[in-house]
């Protein structure tokens, strides 16, 4: 295990944000946001380009100064006290810079340097980080000679040399390959299990499925945020649901229904207050009113159908 310095009593709050803003010019990339990372979880930052994340990650990391407003990393002011913030924090932005002519394990070894580590200590992480991101056998590979993906897993494992508490991953998975994506986030999640928070921005709506919470952002601003659960539920108003039946029905006044979504001919979509309680109802008064129903069953709804909801209500 690495010795490093930990924060021995941490608070809650991994990464504690308010009204943080960011100008440019006349611009604004990040608009008064509020955030509340608790250690430990899995966050995820969404947003099509342009939203604002990296901006609002930068602020984080302490690479630029917010406008206005302030982000507190385990308590401590990032803007104040950037070194003491930087111990904790292990960043893999989104455009990483690697040495390409110095190969995998050189790259590895540099990183570690330049956050304090020698000797033994340094030679062990080193070994460890290559064997745990399956780089071992291409240690001595020029880092400009790599694919993609493995740019990216020698990437993570660089950003993770100093063992630190917080991850900040800006689209760490961005021209990864679907298998590799999979592994990836099997690592993140280890990485959760050994106590890390984790904050990651990704624009495949699959890989968001994962996180614990989610902020959706556009323009700027926090347009949504919650468990992938609880932000599609409010996108919708309610649980989804899907009746097929047979005979005379208005299937607007059904118990429990809220709106009709989508009908083709006798095949409805129903947001319901609650899928479980509701289905039963609904097929029960159906039946009183003498229709017969044949399918009667809650809709998995994407987390890009509730986003493209979010998106348009924003705009
Ligand atoms: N240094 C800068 N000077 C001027 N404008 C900037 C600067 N950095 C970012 N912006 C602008 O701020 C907005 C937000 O950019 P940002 O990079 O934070 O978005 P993003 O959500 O990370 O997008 P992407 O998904 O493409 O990475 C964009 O319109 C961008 O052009
Ligand atoms: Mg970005």
């Given at each position: 295990m690495l010795k490093t310095q930990r924060l021995e009593e941490q608070p809650e709050l991994a990464v504690e944000a308010k009204n943080l803003t960011k100008r440019f010019g006349k611009f604004v990339?990040?608009?008064h946001i509020s955030l509340e990372i608790r250690r430990g979880e899995n966050f995820g930052l969404l947003g099509p380009n342009g939203a604002g994340k990296t901006t609002t990650i930068r602020m984080i990391t302490g690479v630029i100064k917010p406008s206005e407003g302030y982000v507190k990393v385990f308590g401590i002011d990032v803007a104040k006290e950037r070194k003491k913030v930087l111990k904790y924090i292990g960043y893999m932005p989104q455009k990483f810079s690697l040495?390409?002519?110095?190969?995998v394990e050189e790259n590895i070894r540099l990183y570690g340097r330049l956050q304090g580590l020698t000797g033994s200590l340094l030679k062990d992480r080193v070994k460890e980080l290559l064997e745990r991101f399956y780089l071992w056998e291409f240690r001595?590979?020029?880092?400009?000679?790599?694919s993609g993906g493995m740019k990216q897993r020698l990437a993570l494992a660089t950003a993770l040399v100093h063992d630190p508490t917080l991850l900040i991953l800006d689209e760490p998975t961005a021209g990864v390959d679907p298998p590799l994506r999979r592994k990836f986030w099997e690592h993140f999640r280890e990485l959760n299990r050994e106590g890390k928070t984790i904050l990651v921005t990704t624009h495949y709506m699959d890989e968001a499925e994962n996180c614990d919470r989610l902020a959706l952002m556009n323009r700027g601003r926090i347009i949504a945020e919650g468990t992938p659960r609880e932000i599609k539920r409010r996108a919708l108003g309610g649980d989804l649901v899907e009746i097929v039946f047979e005979g005379n029905l208005d299937p607007a006044a059904l118990p429990g229904v809220k709106s009709v979504m989508e009908d083709s001919s006798e095949r409805y979509l129903l947001v319901v207050e609650d899928a479980g309680r509701d289905l039963p109802r609904i097929v029960k008064k159906a039946e009183e009113l003498g229709a017969k129903i044949l399918v009667a069953s809650p809709v998995h709804v994407s987390l890009e159908e509730a986003f493209i909801r979010f998106m348009g209500e924003s705009e």
């Open positions: 990339a990040v608009d040495y390409e002519d110095l190969t001595r590979r020029l880092a400009g000679k790599l």
